[in-house]
């Protein structure tokens, strides 16, 4: 039997062309995009594809987006081995970490990649990206299982966690990277599983898809001078449900009695408030400094290693389900989709 992939092309810069009045990338179709990676026939695989229609930058994705890719991956889970999505970079660590979220017991891969240069460029990086993509999605264990079971990136020869990857660079080929959690493969002359880091559970449990997604949250990101007026106009938004706080450090904040009192009444409020550091590495402490005890003590969920991506997405999740604010803190919490290490410290 020859591996059943479905791939779902939503845009992004591996399918787009030069449009020659403004110079500028434009997407464009998936004929163009295949004619122009002819190997992929040598792959001698069954592949399909689903389009959207426009093909998107992906800096235009909204949640409803994701919800269409969700559904596409459910309504043909049973046809397919598994799932390869193209997608622009700009904004791919959001939509693999929504994914994530919304489908709950996933046991196939979802591989999401795409490219730097648009395919038909020479020096191209999305040929290699999607061949690579599609043996991810094809390859099988002893036992003829999916090796991959969640939704991860690959991306210049690094499978990541979804839900762990950040991207780190507008121009280098090697665009992501997760450093909180190790790559799921080594990928050279051949690919090696790294079956410790896989997500490799397999309950019985039927997939589970979860397509609502609560956008009433926001973000506020800390910097040194911030201002109680624009810290209180930021928290006082009246339908937001849930804030990320990207905090220094380890979690740390400003100790001023102005900052506590505006976090303690927004909270009082029923809001919501998760410390995310703003670090690409490590994890908030909240212990370590008084200004990160101040806020665990106010009620503010830590984050612990999660990625600002991930962060954000869980909240739009939780919320989406309809949960009270009470539940979405015991959840914010907890590791639901491998997006979170919960250390003791
Ligand atoms: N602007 C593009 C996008 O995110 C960038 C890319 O694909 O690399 O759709």
Redesign the pocket.
């Known amino acids: 039997m020859k591996p059943r992939i479905l791939i779902i092309y939503t845009?992004?810069?591996?399918g787009?062309i030069e449009d020659l009045n403004t110079h500028t990338?434009k997407p464009f179709d998936f004929s163009h995009l295949m004619d122009n990676v002819p190997k992929v026939k040598m792959l001698n695989y069954d592949i399909d594809n689903i389009q959207f229609q426009p093909p998107?930058?992906?800096?235009d994705m909204h949640t409803a987006h994701w919800k269409d890719i969700a559904r596409s991956i459910v309504e043909n889970y049973d046809r397919y081995d598994g799932f390869v999505v193209l997608?622009?970079?700009?904004?791919?660590a959001y939509t693999a970490s929504a994914l994530s979220f919304m489908l709950e017991n996933l046991r196939k891969p979802v591989i999401i990649t795409?490219?730097?240069l648009p395919i038909g460029e020479v020096r191209t990086d999305g040929e290699e990206n999607l061949i690579t993509a599609l043996q991810i999605a094809a390859a099988t264990d002893s036992f003829g299982l999916p090796m991959v079971r969640e939704v991860a990136i690959l991306f210049d020869n690094f499978l990541w966690r979804g839900n762990r990857s950040t991207k780190r660079s507008a121009d280098n080929f090697n665009?992501f990277e997760s450093s909180n959690y190790p790559s799921l493969a080594q990928i050279g002359l051949s690919i090696h599983f790294d079956t410790d880091a896989l997500n490799r559970k397999h309950s019985g449990e039927e997939l589970r898809p979860h397509y609502e997604l609560d956008t009433t949250v926001a973000a506020i990101d800390l910097f040194p001078g911030i201002s109680p007026t624009t810290l209180r106009h930021q928290l006082s938004c009246p339908s937001v449900k849930g804030i990320v706080l990207r905090t220094f450090g380890a979690g740390n904040a400003p100790t001023a009695k102005w900052f506590a009192d505006a976090l303690r009444e927004t909270i009082e409020r029923g809001v919501v408030i998760m410390n995310v550091t703003q670090c690409g590495n490590g994890s908030v402490h909240t212990n370590r400094y008084m200004g990160g005890d101040m806020l665990s003590n106010l009620g503010v969920v830590p984050g612990h290693d999660i990625t600002f991506e991930a962060a954000i997405t869980k909240m739009m999740h939780l919320f989406g389900l309809g949960l009270d604010a009470t539940e979405v803190v015991r959840r914010l919490e907890q590791n639901i989709a491998g997006e979170l290490t919960v250390a003791n410290f």
């Not at 997608?87 to 791919?92: A, F, L, P």
């Open positions: 845009g992004g810069t591996i787009m990338l998107l930058d992906s800096s997608h622009g970079t700009d904004t791919m795409g490219s730097q665009a």
